[in-house]
């Protein structure tokens, strides 16, 4: 049976971009499970060809996990070895795990029809010891949704403030100038797309400031670099556009967008000209650079099916082409497309498969094909997701052009994923390139140059200043407490040195209030996820900061 699909929908071949992406996944899934150690029968408890019985249970369960029932043949079939034809209709035609163990050992064991039952029994207490989908992922990511409701819902809570005194208290260090690299500025935290590896599961309501000038005021004398960014901004732009215009002190105007305003090639030609209108509308002795990057990736762009396997795309590919066709007639405009990594980085199997082959396909139908004129690896090789044992280099940017447009470049950057959020849920850890090894060297005191935990800071219009790689760090509301007492306290707070160089200590003083330490390395994706993770309660920045003082103290 196939997929069906909207009988008007704009993408000629939706559903065989659908099936390979399901059979690449699940694919690379089933390969990554075989090769766990855990999941090794011992041969003397469990005699017989049972070594791939934890495969085929994680098969059957991803299967229903992730693939709408008409659909589930084509992608089980995705393997043309005739030995699986079999392993194959059993994962169709069982509707449970116990059904599917019984007809396993039927094939398997035929001569020992008795021991069945307690074969069955031990395998099925031990698969869940195993199972990643014993947890249903509705309740797992209510939890989160509590979790993070805790963390996000009350910025300046008690405890943050008695650890803001604290910092308070602490001698300066000066000086009380500081530029930084980049800040933020997030105008709205609401998305309605909630894309399956998004950090946020609970998003804060954003009140709004009655007068924002005292921020536009600010934000020239911190840096030079601006990005908005916290959620869905397609009718957020006011901001981007005023600072663009006025912010003379700024040289760089970036905005993160999700692709969402690129309905039509219309609504894509009017929002870019609205940008370039602000640009012309600045004093030409303050020139500007104005970067608009777009989200593009197998999450953002990715193709759902219904439980009637009716296909769409959660943020069409169409709408990325029509933002890339209509910045050409905007050379002034820069365009980047940011990418989450996957195994395809690991060659130039990237530009020709999945999502990037779907937007190349969809912009020669306009006569506009894609050539990639470069490519540049990231600085250090990383673990394959499928097999970490093997370590390769990744494909991290890209310089590309449309048709015959080859003086209008476009850049297309790649990076990691951590399971933050909805990730931690709802994608397999073969789907992305974690930071696995990187955690281990910072673990062990082997920070890599140019690596740091982001503490650049983020102002939400509604007052409260948070940090880039932490949202949950807040010191202070900028109406309230002022930019001067803020400054203070990003110059003073041990806690932020020591998250900018990983400081080994941290990981050390968590396990001296928290007991799930080993739970969370063992979990950690990379290095900021940890630390991310480390500091993530209020409580335990407290405690954490007290001892750091502490140990200056001494």
């Not at 608009?292 to 762009?301: G, V």
Request: aromatic share 8%; charged share 25%; hydrophobic share 45%.
């Amino acid at each position: 049976m196939t997929c069906p699909r909207p009988a008007d929908h704009a993408v000629p071949d939706l559903e065989a971009a659908y099936l390979a992406d399901r059979r690449r996944r699940f694919k690379e899934a089933v390969a990554r499970v075989n090769r766990r150690p855990d999941h090794v029968w011992p041969a003397a408890e469990f005699p017989g060809p049972l070594q791939g019985i934890a495969g085929a249970l994680f098969a059957h369960q991803w299967l229903r996990r992730h693939v709408a029932e008409p659909c589930r043949a084509a992608v089980a079939a995705v393997s043309r070895n005739p030995a699986h034809a079999s392993l194959v209709r059993l994962l169709l035609a069982c509707p449970d795990a116990p059904t599917l163990v019984a007809e396993l050992l039927r094939e398997w064991l035929p001569d020992a029809p008795g021991r069945y039952p307690l074969l069955q029994q031990n395998i099925l207490a031990r698969w869940a010891t195993l199972d990643p989908f014993r947890e249903d992922p509705l309740t797992r990511q209510r939890a989160i949704q509590q979790e993070q409701k805790r963390e996000y819902g009350a910025p300046l809570s008690p405890l943050v403030l008695e650890r803001l005194a604290l910092v308070d208290s602490l001698p300066d260090p000066g000086p009380a100038a500081r530029r930084f690299v980049k800040a933020g500025v997030i105008p709205v935290m609401a998305c309605p797309q909630s894309c399956r590896h998004c950090m946020f599961v609970w998003r804060p309501s954003l009140g709004v400031a009655p007068d924002q000038s005292f921020l536009w005021e600010l934000l020239p004398r911190l840096t030079n670099n601006l990005l908005f960014t916290g959620g869905d901004l397609s009718g957020h732009l006011d901001g981007f556009f005023h600072a663009i215009t006025h912010l003379t002190g700024i040289t760089t105007c970036a905005i993160l967008l999700n692709g969402s305003l690129g309905q039509s090639l219309a609504a894509a030609r009017e929002f870019l000209e609205r940008c370039a209108a602000a640009r012309r509308r600045r004093p030409a002795a303050a020139p500007v650079t104005v970067v608009i990057q777009i989200s593009f990736d197998e999450f953002h762009q990715e193709i759902l099916a219904d439980r009637h396997g009716v296909l769409r795309e959660r943020i069409p590919v169409a709408r990325v082409a029509n933002l890339l066709q209509a910045a050409l007639d905007h050379p002034e405009l820069q365009l980047v497309l940011l990418h989450k990594q996957n195994r395809l980085n690991f060659s130039t199997a990237l530009f020709q498969q999945g999502v990037f082959a779907r937007l190349d396909a969809e912009l020669a139908r306009r006569g506009l094909p894609i050539r990639v004129e470069s490519h540049a690896p990231a600085p250090r090789p990383k673990a394959d997701p499928v097999d970490p044992v093997r370590r390769a280099g990744v494909i991290r940017e890209a310089v590309f052009t449309l048709g015959t447009h080859r003086r209008r470049p476009f850049h297309f950057v790649s990076s990691t994923l951590d399971a933050y959020g909805r990730a931690a849920v709802r994608v397999d850890p073969a789907e992305y390139v974690a930071e696995r090894p990187l955690l281990q060297d910072v673990l062990a005191g082997r920070v890599p140059p140019g690596e740091a935990f982001d503490t650049d800071l983020m102002f939400r219009v509604d007052g409260p200043v948070t940090l880039f790689s932490a949202f949950h760090i807040c010191l202070g509301d900028l109406g309230r407490d002022g930019a001067d007492r803020i400054l203070a306290r990003h110059r003073k707070d041990p806690l932020l040195r020591a998250l900018e160089r990983f400081d080994p200590r941290l990981p050390v003083w968590y396990g001296e209030v928290r007991n799930d330490l080993s739970a969370l390395v063992e979990q950690a994706t990379g290095p900021y996820h940890l630390f991310h993770r480390l500091t993530r309660e209020a409580e335990v920045r407290l405690a954490l900061t007290r001892r750091l003082v502490g140990f200056r103290a001494d």
